[in-house]
């Protein structure tokens, strides 16, 4: 199976080595097919340098077997090399990473698992085994340190309140951490991962909900542990309010009150710097040497030395004992102090956009705990609490508790929408296709980064601050765009190329929508616990405001790809910015528009002003097409559980009809009888994205033969996919295929078809499937002439026309048909009622009393304009380029 030696060139993501990688990194890389049959045969070396320890896992297969994506890691370095490669040899590669001083290793110890990376160690207490054994409440148990517990009791908390109020006055019952899983899923020697699984319980027993995952990565000689936690609500809208949810943890400390230091980030790199008990500003000075040690952290010098009248007046400086900041919108954050319970809160500093770092150290150690997009998932709190007790106490509210409970009500009453009729009614004026109880949260999820830092001492403030900005920014290798092409992953696209004219002005004009909607993220503030990650769907000239409370056009939820579209354009382009609007969306997207458990759980909410309020449930917003890239580019573990919970997906079928409230035949769908109706487009391209991920991930046989079996039976239908909609055997996981009808639907190739679809036929060779997607992609353009010639009539409902130039592009290349690139290129440039080129895309500043800030608006383009033009754009680059008129 093996061939010539296999050289991936890696990149850093920023372009520019860090000047140290203290957390190391994760990635993936791509294989070229049938080249490397195991990773025991794969090695990163320093580009012109030596072999560096890495651990490498596989991530997918080819389907002959060979190893498609590898997962790689390399811990902490003191000097990041500027560039690196994977390379492959004939002979299984000596594991150096194993035998380094600092390689990770896992204990599995009478009632707990320790993990040691040669800086820290982290013990995890296993869940009872027996009803009379104690619970497990702490979803880590101890991190020490150079023989010294740093934290201990690391643990989750969370708040609730049954009735929301606007004086206050509402009572809270207070939740903690229940764990019921701990599991080893990767034991070093570079990165070791512990999943921690349970619910939130009640302090004074009795509920439990808010299940959460948690996992915790472990990189050889780091002194920081990650973690990755996702938290699924499942309460009752109308009456559960969770108000706070945080990660706490208790912090043994030793030193003198004055000799104990609290660290907050705060935006643009400051920090908020101060001692427990302070020893500048005083009446009497202690000593240069002595505030100049508490400025820089260090212990101060022994009190005899000082200036004995500040050292025998020291218990008359107060000990401020408990430290807040919040950040209750995108704009604004503050910081308070007091000495203890039952005193005055006072003011200590504010600013614009914290970056979401606290920690309370002495010169023995202490515990610093960074969120990752702090400010961008408002509102967030920092708490330290006990600082003047031998224990402090640590918390990093996820939802702060001083903002406004949680109201995950449906936003209207219904308006009288008691019937279909009624609600495509609806459909008709707002967009919104609503239906009473579908407006539900109950079942969707938000995924948080933390970092916990473990220190043997209070760290120099500007470490601290390059800490912050790396816990922000991670550090991330990356294949190079060239590498990705050639090795042929992800279907038809290609780096970007403005070697003609024609090519240069089309790529201005995907860095123009590029740069547009990176920059309405910030101008809009689409920020939030719930929103962070998303964009708005349409766009309000006369308000100069997306529409953000008009039904269906707020909130996109994937509507016609735009993941798609920023993934594509960093695949083609290595952006970092682009890549880090991409990773939000994936999370945001993947998590929140996607229910993970009760009677949707598998499918998603179509776009509107809540993530979760449209009726529509369908596949295509949560299909894996919009998550894999994100997946092997990154091996993240949690996105990986997204694609794995998908793998039964089709058995929504049986109880939520995509197209209930247009069915005209009703005989069509009789689950009954065994008889889905599965849309050809939308909701067979994510079953087939979902199979796909599912095979080459996992290798599951069914997954892999409901792929192929769909594949030949499309095959099979006397007119492919145009026949629209087939019924699906769901226990045998194949079409019928005696149904011989023609129709079209506008929507089904701008779901992910397109790239599933290319990347398929590249793959495996199914008889009859390449057929029926050449034959669609030709002829959805085609002129009604062509269209009644070939199938005995023309199509009804042919639209965004522009999108739907890729297929002909396709057909085209496929062909060797010089007249159908000349006609796709013509749809791309002509037809399309959207975009049409780079001279409407138009910038325009708008100011003054018109509208609450200064913005920028671009009056032709919206979301889904943008995200097709993008993708028609980078196919037909791909396909045609050399066929794109002078």
């Known amino acids: 199976m093996t061939g010539s030696a296999v050289t991936v060139p890696l990149r850093w993501l920023d372009d520019v080595a860090p000047d140290r990688l203290p957390e190391g990194a994760t990635w993936g890389v791509p294989l070229p097919r049938s080249r490397v049959d195991a990773v025991g045969r794969l090695a990163l070396r320093e580009v012109g340098g030596a072999i560096v320890p890495a651990q490498f896992w596989p991530l997918a297969t080819w389907p002959d077997g060979s190893v498609k994506w590898t997962g790689v890691a390399i811990g902490a370095l003191e000097r990041p090399a500027a560039a690196y490669e994977v390379v492959s040899t004939d002979d299984d590669v000596p594991d150096a990473a194993a035998e380094a001083s600092a390689a990770v290793v896992v204990r599995r110890e009478v009632g707990e ?24 409440d702490t979803i880590a148990r101890r991190i020490v340190r150079e023989g010294r517990v740093i934290a201990e009791d690391v643990r989750l908390v969370s708040l609730l309140q049954h009735e929301v109020d606007d004086d206050g006055t509402a009572s809270r019952r207070r939740f903690g951490s229940r764990v019921a899983v701990v599991e080893v899923e990767q034991d070093g020697p570079v990165r070791a991962v512990v999943r921690v699984e349970g619910v939130h319980r009640a302090d004074d027993g009795g509920r439990e909900w808010l299940p959460f995952t948690v996992r915790f990565v472990v990189m050889a000689g780091s002194p920081q542990v990650r973690l990755v936690h996702t938290v699924v609500w499942d309460g009752d809208a109308g009456s559960d309010f969770l108000a706070g949810l945080g990660v706490r943890a208790d912090v043994p400390l030793r030193a003198p009150l004055h000799d104990r230091h609290v660290r907050l980030a705060g935006a643009d790199g400051g920090f908020f710097a101060e001692a427990v008990r302070g020893l500048t500003g005083l009446r009497r000075d202690p000593g240069a040497d002595v505030r100049a040690a508490q400025i820089r952290g260090e212990a101060t010098p022994p009190t005899d030395t000082w200036n004995p009248e500040v050292s025998r007046r020291l218990d008359l ?3 401020w004992g408990d430290v807040t900041l919040t950040q209750l919108s995108a704009d604004g954050f503050g910081i308070r102090k007091r000495t203890a319970p039952g005193h005055a809160w006072i003011d ?14 002495d010169p ?15 509102p967030g709190q920092l708490d330290l609490r006990g600082l003047a007790r031998d224990r402090a106490e640590v918390t990093a509210w996820l939802h702060a508790p001083q903002a406004q409970p949680m109201d995950l009500r449906f936003y209207h009453d219904g308006l009288g929408q008691d019937d279909f009729a009624s609600q495509l009614e609806g459909l008709e004026i707002t967009y919104e296709d609503y239906e009473p109880g579908f407006g539900d949260a109950h079942g969707v999820a938000r995924t948080h980064e933390l970092t916990l830092f473990a220190y043997a001492a209070t760290a120099p403030i500007d470490e601290v601050a390059a800490s912050v900005s790396r816990l922000q920014r991670p550090p991330l290798l990356q294949p190079t765009p060239a590498h990705l092409h050639e090795v042929g992953v992800f279907g038809d696209w290609a780096p970007v190329d403005r070697s003609t004219a024609g090519r240069a002005e089309i790529e201005d004009s995907l860095d123009f929508l590029l740069d547009y909607y ?32 008009v039904g269906g056009y707020a909130w996109d939820n994937s509507e016609l790809s735009p993941d798609l579209w920023l993934w594509y354009s960093y695949l083609r382009s290595g952006r970092a910015d682009v890549f880090r609007m991409a990773e939000a969306m994936t999370r945001h997207t993947g998590e929140v528009d ?21 009726s529509a449930k369908q596949l295509r917003i949560s299909s894996p097409i919009y998550r894999r890239i994100y997946h092997y580019l990154t091996a993240d573990e949690r996105v990986g559980d997204l694609l794995t919970e998908l793998r039964d997906s089709d058995a929504r079928f049986l109880d939520t009809d995509p197209t209930r409230k247009v069915r005209t035949d009703a005989g069509t769908y009789r689950p009954d009888r065994g008889a889905l109706a599965v849309g050809l487009g939308t909701d ?29 039976d499309i095959g099979a239908l006397p007119h492919g996919f145009l026949t629209g909609e087939a019924l699906y055997d769901i226990d045998a996981g194949r079409f019928d295929t005696t149904r011989d009808r023609v129709a079209v639907s506008h929507l089904s190739a701008v779901f992910g078809l397109v790239e599933v679809c290319s990347e398929l036929i590249t793959l495996v060779d199914v008889p009859g499937f390449r057929e029926a997607w050449l034959e669609y992609c030709r002829l959805y353009l085609a002129s009604p002439e062509e269209q009644e010639a070939a ?6 409902g042919i639209h965004l026309e522009q999108a739907h130039s890729r297929l002909t592009a396709y057909a085209a290349v496929t062909t060797g048909d010089e007249r159908l690139a000349d006609a796709a290129w013509q749809a791309f440039e002509g037809i399309g009622e959207w975009l049409v080129h780079r001279r409407d895309f138009v910038l325009r500043r708008v100011e003054g009393p018109h509208v609450l800030n200064p913005v920028d608006e671009a009056p032709s383009v919206g979301t889904n304009d943008v995200a097709q033009y993008g993708l028609a754009a980078i196919q037909n680059l791909a396909l045609i380029g050399d066929r794109l008129p002078r």
């Open 113 to 136: 698992v320790v993990v040691a990376n040669g800086v820290l160690e982290i013990a995890f207490a296993l869940p009872a085994a027996t009803a009379q054994e104690p619970p497990v």
């Open 364 to 378: 023995t150690g202490g515990l610093g705990v960074g969120i990752r997009s702090f400010w961008q998932s408002h």
């Open 518 to 549: 990176l920059g309405q993220v910030d101008q809009r503030r689409w920020y939030g616990f719930w929103n962070y990650g998303d964009v708005m769907h349409a766009y309000d000239l006369d308000r100069h405001v997306w529409r953000y409370d």
């Open 684 to 712: 067979w391209g994510a079953l087939a994205a979902t199979w796909l991920a599912d095979w080459e991930r996992t290798g599951d046989e069914r997954s892999r033969d409901r792929l192929l079996g769909t594949m030949a």
């Open 348 to 361: 200590a500093g504010a600013g614009g956009r914290a970056e979401g770092y606290v920690a309370v150290t």
């Open 317 to 319: 400086i107060p000990a």
């Open 791 to 796: 199938v005995g009539q023309r199509l009804a």
């Open 594 to 614: 996607v229910y993970h458990l009760g009677r949707w759980q598998g499918l998603g909410s179509r776009h509107n002003v809540q993530h979760w309020g449209c």
